[in-house]
């Protein structure tokens, strides 16, 4: 547990991301695989494109994990585009 009750480290946010990812139903999970790919894809092109994980994360966070008024959409998207090879 972190200090700071309202602060979760990125240990206790990747924990509580994979524990949602295990809750998906299968549809979504297979949806938000393919999204990943393609995310995965869109940031290898980063020099190009310029659109990094942080970038991918502030434009698509809130839409695939919203959490609304607390930010943690956000933070869940830029744990998930880190760790794009959870699945």
């Not at 979504?28 to 290898?44: C, I």
């Not at 980063?46 to 609304?68: C, H, Q, T, W, Y």
Request: proline share 5%; no cysteine; net charge negative.
């Amino acid at each position: 547990t972190s200090a700071n009750a309202e602060t979760p480290t990125e240990a206790e946010r990747e924990a509580n991301f994979a524990h949602l990812m295990d809750r998906l139903p299968p549809q979504q999970y297979y949806t938000l695989h393919a999204l990943s790919q393609l995310f995965t894809m869109v940031v290898a092109h980063e020099e190009e494109n310029k659109m990094s994980s942080s970038n991918l994360a502030r434009v698509f966070g809130l839409s695939l994990f919203p959490d609304i008024g607390t930010g943690v959409g956000t933070s869940l998207a830029s744990i998930y585009f880190r760790r794009n090879t959870y699945f």
